[in-house]
């Protein structure tokens, strides 16, 4: 019964702000690392926030870092991610994972 459900996708103009959150359920959440990938398409699947499960946050990927944030609320089974100064760039479906499982995926774009 795993679930992972993305959602806080949509348009936005360059410059603009977006907050993800990826709702999960289905297992220990505690106990796991958790990420945010995204794809655009015609292009590989780019790994672009990841954080442990006591919280540590590795670095960010030079496309993203100074931009994006990625934060988990242990107590409410969420993890988020914070994109701001979006670029047209960033348009891509945004997907949320742990190990294996993977979310549905949210539509991000950036357009004026």
């Known amino acids: 019964q795993v679930q992972l459900v993305e959602s806080g996708g949509g348009l936005v103009q360059p410059g603009g702000s977006l907050t993800l959150t990826c709702a999960a359920s289905?297992?220990?959440?505690?106990?796991?690392?958790m990420r945010w990938y995204r794809q655009a398409p015609g292009k590989d699947r780019e790994l672009v926030a990841f954080?442990?499960?006591?919280?540590?946050?590795?670095n960010y990927p030079p496309s993203v870092k100074g931009r994006f944030t990625i934060s988990r609320d242990d107590a409410k089974n969420m993890v988020y991610l914070q994109m701001n100064n979006l670029e047209p760039e960033d348009t891509a479906v945004y997907y949320c994972?742990?190990?294996?499982?993977w979310g549905q995926g949210t539509q991000v774009t950036v357009s004026s």
């Open positions: 289905g297992f220990t959440f505690t106990n796991y690392a």
């Open positions: 954080i442990r499960n006591d919280g540590a946050i590795t």
């Open positions: 994972n742990c190990v294996n499982h």
